[in-house]
């Protein structure tokens, strides 16, 4: 009884998501190369300008947990680094142009994937995995085997291993997925690919190594969302939250028992992203957030970005569009810029990977 309604609400994402690939929906007269956009895109792990979306390179495709993209973001201060898959961190300093300060390794990352970014005081830790299944290397052929955890310490400009004792214990598992907590500590889900699969779960501490045993029900609701309508969110982040619905709604997508939206929110000066969903239905639409002091802004699968200033005050800003099977995966804003890194995605591979540096109308 389902089938037609799921059906239709695919439908709607595809068209949503075309409206960026295609570049159809843009305003009337906006110029192929805007003066305001600065496209980079990855090579080697240096950021390479190019002109605009018409100049992307092709790269052939690769897992994503291997492909050089950027994986995830986080501020330490007023400084955003950036998780560059396959090499390690990227510091950016805003500016125009804005500056790339890499701190790579190259024994450390290759063929792991940094699914998780948190920072600390003075430091980042990165969760790192090794995905067999979806990989271009044997395990016995890394530079370094066993390694999950890195926290990169800003003052000594350097990297530390973190072997949290179940790993130091059982050096054929793997962690392959984290959920942080508030407290700095993370909850681990632990797999051994065999003859049988087997998972464990662990509460680990960083700062001490310390680890005790969890179970997967703790793990599970750590990385559960919230109500985007429950008490934990605010009344001027909810407002966002209906602006992106009406916005979604208008090009037909509209959540509820076919469709959910997740909101993916990260703040500044907060350690860890908050998931908060609404409606129940199968199909997915996940729209990153950004909340700053002067505004919140939200990330649609078209393109648009949709802020909302401490005022009260409603904007929409088209991105440029991006051609036929690239999307923009993440936002920030750094400086007087939304940092919006995008990718080429045949999933499970990815091509092409960079960032984009918009200029925003009030910093002009």
Known sequence: MRRRPIAAACLALLALAGCARSGTGRAAGRPEVDPDARFFQLAGGIFDRVAGPSGFKRRSPRPWTVQERIADLAFVGDTLWLAVNSHGLASVVPGDPPSFAARYDDWLFPYRTITTLVPGQGSLTCHLYYNATLNTAARESLKAEGISFLRFEIGIDDYVVLLPPFQRRNPEWEAVGVAPLANGEFLVEWKLAADETSFAWTRFVPLTLAEAPSTREAYRQALASSPADGAAVSGGVRLLFDACLAELAAKGVRAGGTVTVLFVVREQNAALKHTFRTGTGDAFVTVPVFLATEAGRALLPD??????????????????????????????????????PWEEVRFPDVGAAGVLFYRLPAEK
Do not use: I, M, N, Q
């Not at 200033?309 to 923009?328: M, N």
């Open 303 to 340: 393109g648009r970005v949709v802020s909302l200033g401490a005022d009260g005050t409603k904007d929409v800003l088209e991105l440029p569009a991006l051609p036929s099977g690239f999307r923009y995966t993440d936002l920030a804003r750094s400086g007087g810029h939304l940092v919006v």
